[in-house]
């Protein structure tokens, strides 16, 4: 005989979500992204809404073809920073991102890391994020410097819990806990610079994205991320690491992705990137910086120099 109380329940409604299903081995798959920035720029800097931010630059883009079309096109209404760059990026690896400028290069570490929103083209994570623009980039000279790592870690999400656990093992990873509770105004750019990697690397995540990270000065810390690195492929983090330094790249990295004139030019291990591009790589240690820089490089600041 049925069952009343069956009969009445309520159907549970499955669901459509299809779970992602990484490659052999990927922590991150970069499906054709692409990114354009002009001179209306700055009005999707703002648009914190991703379709937002989408319809702006589809209205953009359209508005720069029909000029094209009637011959009243404006080559800098639309720049193109990144064109249909895809690639797979292993579980483990220590990439570094290479470009001539630096354009290219920042505009991809601030796409994985979910500040910016790509024009086109699809990114997949397999793992915990962990996402940091500028380590070295003071915020609240009056705050302590604790204060402004936290503060600077809830704006990019990390949880409160993590967070805490944190800040507990940076003491013995930097060897400078007892500036953490110094104002900010009052420790050099350098050591700004170290605990703040030393932060980065203290998070318990699977996949940690930082640009701009400085020489680190203190020979703790020096050490300690020189282990980090050596110990992450064997942990099965990956590191994403984007800067100026080329020679520091070439020297910390398992991988090197190298753009050339906003296209993925190459990706692979390192000795053999650098056998088969000798001649882009010498010419990105050569070339300037185009990328607007919001702070100045803690390399810049002396040890014992203080900011005020």
Known sequence: MLDK????????????????????????????????R????????????????????????????????????????????????????????????IDIGGKSRAALIRILGN??????????FFGK????????????????????????????????????????RVPKFSGLGEFLDMPLRRISKAK?????????CCLDYDILIADEIARARSETVQTSWQNYLAQAPGCGQTVILGSRNVS???????????????????????????????GFLDEARTTPIEAEDQFASADEEDEDGEVM
């Not at 989408?54 to 009637?70: D, P, Y």
């Not at 910016?116 to 990114?123: L, Q, R």
């Not at 003071?138 to 204060?147: G, H, I, Q």
């Open 192 to 200: 700004i610079a170290d605990l703040g990697m030393s932060f980065a």
């Open 115 to 124: 500040s910016e929103a790509p024009s086109t083209g699809v990114i997949r």
């Open 38 to 97: 002009g001179a209306a720029s700055h009005i999707t800097r703002f648009a914190r809404n991703e379709s937002l931010q989408t319809l702006i630059e589809l209205a953009l883009t359209i508005r720069h073809v029909k000029g094209h079309r009637k011959g009243k096109a404006d080559d800098k209404m639309l720049e193109p920073l990144l064109q249909q760059v895809t690639v797979n990026i292993e579980r483990g690896s220590v990439v570094g991102v």
């Open 248 to 278: 520091r790249l070439e020297g910390q990295c398992t991988h090197l992705l190298l753009i050339k004139a906003t296209e993925l030019l190459d990706y692979g291990p390192t000795s053999e990137i650098e056998k088969r591009h000798a």
């Open 129 to 168: 994020v962990a996402a940091f623009g500028q380590l070295g980039a003071s915020a609240f000279p009056y705050m302590t410097c604790r204060e402004n790592i936290e503060f600077g870690a809830r704006l990019v999400g990390v949880p409160r819990l993590d967070i805490q656990a944190a800040m507990e």
């Open 5 to 36: 109380t069956r009969a009445n329940a309520p159907k549970k409604r499955r669901s459509r979500s299809r779970k992602l299903r990484p490659g052999p081995g990927h922590a991150i798959e970069i499906h054709s992204i692409s990114k354009w």
